[in-house]
């Protein structure tokens, strides 16, 4: 099977444009988390997907928001970029939810400048 | 808010060498998860705790789980270079939104 894949893999933005990241899970997995990793606040959970719905939701600005089709592959997209969003994004996939069953993405390294 | 606080930060140990990582939480542990990066790269699971006392192992890695001290160990025996990486914690808080602690980035020098 195919890991998770992420695109891009890398990215650079300036402050204020507004960016979409994609995550397509491992085939047959439903659920499709999001996480920030930042050096200076460490890995935060950003949101969960479940067959297309919002299954929980981190503590982020409503510029940070998400979504999941109905293949499971999944966007997130970031509006008006801070300095602050430059990140690792990682994106993870599992077939019911359960942390010890996900699987994690290669990551999104996005640079806001 | 719960919080997990890992120590130490960084580790350097020779090649061969026992070592150990300590999680410890500010509230009450439901399941403790540990997992692997490698710079720059996604997470690797490693184990999952869920009772107090429990032990588990993965190849020369071990850990465990101590409910009364709200706290976990990861003790890798006869350390290699290819245990060298960045050790997470996880936790479910009361959301079973997952937290995780601020990472224990351990260095294998040959």
């Known amino acids: 099977k195919a890991g998770v894949t992420q695109t891009p893999r890398y990215l650079i933005k300036t402050r204020g444009q507004q960016v979409t990241l994609s995550c397509s899970p491992i085939?047959?997995?439903?659920?499709v988390s999001w996480y920030q990793q930042t050096p200076g606040q460490g890995l935060q959970f950003l949101f969960e997907?479940?067959?297309?719905?919002?299954?929980n939701k981190g503590n982020f600005p409503g510029r940070f928001s998400g979504r999941q089709f109905s293949n499971s592959r999944s966007e997130m997209n970031v509006s008006t970029l801070e300095l602050g969003d430059s990140a690792l994004y990682l994106c993870?996939?599992?077939?019911?939810?359960?942390?010890?069953?996900?699987?994690f993405g290669p990551g999104t390294r996005l640079l806001v400048l | 808010s719960q919080e997990l606080e890992q120590s130490p930060q960084s580790l350097i140990v020779q090649e061969g060498k026992n070592l150990t990582i300590n999680c410890t939480s500010s509230?009450?542990?439901?399941?403790l998860y540990w997992y692997k990066q490698k710079y720059g790269e996604g997470l690797i699971f490693l184990m999952m705790?869920?009772?107090?006392?429990e032990e588990k192992s993965h190849e020369k890695i071990t850990a465990k789980l101590d409910e009364k001290k709200q706290q976990s160990s990861l003790h890798i025996t006869a350390s290699q270079p290819s245990h060298a990486g960045i050790y997470l914690c996880?936790?479910?808080?009361?959301?079973?939104?997952?937290?995780f602690g601020q990472g224990t980035r351990l260095t294998i020098n040959p």
């Open positions: 993870a996939s599992s077939d019911s939810g359960r942390k010890e069953t996900q699987y």
């Open positions: 085939s047959g997995h439903r659920s």
């Open positions: 997907y479940f067959s297309e719905t919002q299954r």
């Open positions: 509230k009450t542990l439901y399941g």
């Open positions: 705790l869920q009772k107090g006392g």
């Open positions: 996880g936790a479910d808080d009361e959301a079973q939104k997952l937290v």
